[in-house]
């Protein structure tokens, strides 16, 4: 069964750090570009950042880029995303995702001031 598993959400006051990580099973990671996605309170979920899958190559959204990394390691099936200086207003479930049809069940993260 094809499935992505959240993990590293938590409680962080603002500045502080977290490292989110996405565990693939049923398929096999590297053939495939992840993405994370956030989705707050009222708010439409949104593309944080995704990663190809044999080049590596990265996208941010603009309210991350500095802060966030975005890696994986192909051995472990498992994408990383590490938060680094986090605000408030990265308050948010975060969901990795398989496009279009493959997402985790998310994993909160809340950031207070």
């Known amino acids: 069964q094809v499935q992505l598993a959240e993990s590293g959400g938590g409680l962080v006051r603002s500045g502080g750090s977290l490292r989110l990580s996405c565990a693939a099973s049923?398929?096999?990671?590297?053939?495939?570009?992840i993405g994370w996605f956030r989705q707050a309170p009222g708010k439409e979920r949104e593309a944080v950042s995704c990663?190809?899958?044999?080049?590596?190559?990265?996208y941010y959204t603009d309210s991350v880029k500095g802060r966030f990394t975005i890696s994986r390691d192909n051995a472990k099936d498992t994408v990383y995303l590490q938060m680094n200086n986090l605000k408030p207003e990265d308050t948010a479930v975060y969901y990795c995702?398989?496009?279009?049809?493959?997402w985790g069940q998310g994993t909160q993260v809340t950031v207070s001031s």
């Open positions: 995702n398989r496009g279009p049809t493959v």
């Open positions: 049923g398929f096999t990671l590297d053939t495939y570009t």
């Open positions: 990663i190809s899958n044999t080049a590596g190559n990265t």
